[in-house]
């Protein structure tokens, strides 16, 4: 009986609190709704100020490399000849696709892409587009487009010009997106930026800057291979390792020679990159949203508060 009955008191003052709570909602219901109103204002403001963003993108495809991505589909007929002759050119481990990914998205690469295109201030200087007169807006207190020169104050170790880092990290924060799907292996890459023209010029380049940075590598290590080889062959005089030699010689001068044939050479487009017509961002729909929804729970909040203080 005596837990019953605390029961019931309980449940009884539940519902005294909750409608007390009801009843100070509705006494500050007007500090609520100009509280919201409020926010709401300032957030539609705040919103519009935003500039536009825009996205283009780019689909590729890995070549296949027995195709020449680097050769390997050839070089492993002559595998265990090679490796008679301690020389290892059957590719192992990491598939060439996922390297030219990581290189793509490595400091080195994206470092020397934006000093080679001039990418520098249009990343981390411009605050939006001009779009009837296609023009980036630069900020006059970080650069100087006229002199290009930097402006900006920075504490040390930073300088006025951002370091490659700086950037790289803005960049890969801010501007570029590499998806590669798990089932299909192709590979989205995406950038954001306030120009669409922009964005297509970056990806465009993107592209076209792997694959030659993988085409000239591999045509440099085929020559470094074919001059070794050529060493060893004149240094053999059995008649079957000096086959061997000829027929990586061989292999390698292949190699090179749909290195130097091929444009995309390792990405290979299947949907290019156009200028986008629709801004990708930001969602100002979702923020004006999400502003209404906190404005509203602290204004309860504040007028719960000044209730009970007010009560006591």
């Known amino acids: 009986m005596v837990v019953k009955k605390l029961m019931q008191q309980s449940e009884f003052n539940d519902a005294i609190d909750l409608k007390e709570i009801f009843t100070a909602i509705w006494q500050g219901k007007w500090i609520i709704l100009i509280g919201v109103l409020v926010a709401s204002i300032f957030v539609v403001i705040y919103a519009k100020s935003l500039p536009n963003i825009y996205k283009s ?3 590729l495809a890995p070549v296949d490399s027995g195709q020449g991505g680097g050769g390997s589909g050839m070089s492993s007929q002559f595998g265990g000849l090679a490796a008679m002759a301690g020389i290892n050119v059957k ?3 990491t598939d060439k696709g996922t390297i030219v990914l990581e290189i793509l998205k490595s400091r080195a690469f994206i470092g020397e892409f934006i000093n080679e295109y001039n990418l520098k201030a249009k990343i981390l200087a411009t605050t939006g587009w001009d779009a009837i007169n296609n023009k980036l807006i630069y900020n ?3 650069y100087d487009l006229n002199n290009d020169k930097w402006l900006r104050e920075v504490q040390a170790p930073r300088k006025a010009e951002p370091s490659d880092l700086e950037v790289y990290t803005s960049f890969m924060g801010n501007n570029l997106n590499v998806i590669k799907d798990k089932k ?3 590979v989205v890459i995406t950038v954001h930026h306030f120009s669409p023209y922009i964005a297509k ?3 465009d380049n993107l592209v076209i800057a792997i694959n030659k940075k993988i085409k000239l590598d591999d045509i440099k290590e085929a020559n470094e291979s074919i001059k070794y080889l050529r060493v060893a062959l004149n240094d053999t005089p059995v008649a079957d390792m000096q086959k ?3 027929q990586l ?3 390698q001068v292949q190699k090179k020679m749909l290195a130097s044939v091929r444009e995309q050479y390792v990405l290979k487009t299947i949907d290019p990159a156009v200028v986008a017509e629709t801004i990708d961002g930001p969602k100002r729909a979702l923020i004006c949203i999400f502003a209404v929804l906190l404005s509203g729970m602290l204004s309860i909040f504040f ?5 009970y203080t007010t009560k006591r």
């Open 184 to 186: 299909t292996n192709l």
């Open 303 to 307: 007028v719960l508060v000044r209730y």
């Open 91 to 93: 590719g192992k481990g």
């Open 201 to 203: 010029e970056i990806v």
């Open 57 to 59: 993108g780019v689909l």
């Open 244 to 246: 061997i030699f000829y």
């Open 140 to 142: 006059e207190l970080v």
């Open 249 to 251: 010689i061989e292999q």
